[in-house]
């Protein structure tokens, strides 16, 4: 069984800034690229950021230069810093990762963790 579970999200003023942590636990043998999405109300998720297991990152636009991914492969975790947070980075975000649990290779979600921004 491999689990992703999500930490950090919150309720911040626009300007602000939080950081969201992701672990994985369970079976896991290796982990291959990891990520970050999120839906707002009413739409569909979207891509935030993804890093890959020899660190190379990813962006969305609406978020280069204000958001940051990194990740700590002895702690099986990814983190996403969040700077500049505006009301429209109001979403749950999930993080997301691929792993081969020994028996196979699959990607994997977390529950999510709600951020909001109030303006």
């Known amino acids: 069984q491999v689990q992703l579970v999500e930490s950090g999200g919150g309720l911040v003023q626009a300007g602000g800034s939080l950081r969201l942590s992701c672990a994985a636990s369970g079976r896991i043998f290796s982990i291959s690229g990891m990520g970050w999405y999120r839906q707002a109300p009413g739409k569909q998720r979207e891509l935030v950021a993804s890093i890959t297991s020899g660190g190379s990152t990813n962006y969305a636009d609406y978020v280069k230069g204000r958001f940051t991914i990194s990740r700590d492969n002895a702690k099986n975790t990814v983190y996403l810093q969040m700077n500049s947070l505006k009301p429209e980075d109001t979403a749950v975000y999930y993080c997301?990762?691929?792993?081969?649990?020994?028996?196979?290779?699959?990607?994997?979600w977390g529950q999510g963790t709600q951020v909001t921004v109030s303006s």
């Open positions: 997301n990762a691929g792993i081969y649990n020994g028996l196979g290779f699959r990607g994997y």
